[in-house]
């Protein structure tokens, strides 16, 4: 007689199943690290790409100094074709020459600063806007980076016009006075598209240290960079370097 077979109806042995990985937990925060830090990257550029056609209508350091000084700062927004062009080229003279020539950084300026032991400085009016604008004042190295970051992002995106004029709107003129349509009538008691050559060299001549420099009863050193930045505007137009400005 044939000898039975075994049944099959016994349970086969399940198949192994690959083992899943672990996510180690340095590996997660990397992760969400990366994912935190490409986040605030787009919301920097939409935020630039916003104040391209937007106007800031306030900054960090106003509202700064309207906490100090304990009542709101002067400033009303006015935009470039309501400057007199003498203003716009009075501060490219003054504090960034080659404007038009460089990306947001001005190399030569900044090799110049590093021979010098750093006693001179470098920053571009395209950098003065960023840290106006979008960050705080100080000279912690994460605002310098930031300020390294955002500065080629704007220089991409708005054109070097918005650029002036977002820095003449948002600079700091005097204790509690910001922008140059403030400035003009605190100095000189005119609206910023009636300034002269003069007083326009005035203004830019005191940007360096608005709180110690007066545009209306200038010093004797106030005085000669007046004068020399009225030669430099008078030059940057003649030579072309005023032409990225002048008109969108």
Known sequence: MARARKSSS????????????RIGPLRWLLKWVLRAVMLVAALTVLWVLLYKVVNPPTTIFMMQEGR?????????????????PVMLRSVVA????NFCTHWGFDMDAIRDA?????????????????????LWHGRTYTRKAMEALITPVMEALWSKRRIVEVYLN???????????DAAARHYFGVG???LSATQAARLA?????????????PTRFV?????????????IQRDGRAACFEAD
Not at 170 to 180: H, L, S
């Open 94 to 97: 003054a504090e960034d020459a």
């Open 170 to 180: 948002v600079a700091e003129f005097d204790e509690g006075v910001f922008g140059v």
């Open 205 to 217: 001549a005191i940007l360096p240290d608005p709180k110690d420099r007066s545009a209306s009863q």
């Open 68 to 84: 100090r000084l304990g009542e709101p700062v002067e400033h009303n927004w006015v935009p470039a074709d309501n400057i007199a």
């Open 10 to 21: 016994a349970p086969k042995k399940a198949a192994a199943q690959p083992a899943r990985r």
């Open 192 to 194: 910023p598209d009636q």
């Open 223 to 235: 005085q000669r960079r007046a004068n020399s930045i009225r030669d430099g505007a008078a030059t």
């Open 114 to 134: 590093i021979e010098d032991g750093g006693t001179r400085g470098a920053s571009t009016i395209s950098q003065q806007v960023v840290k106006n604008t979008f």
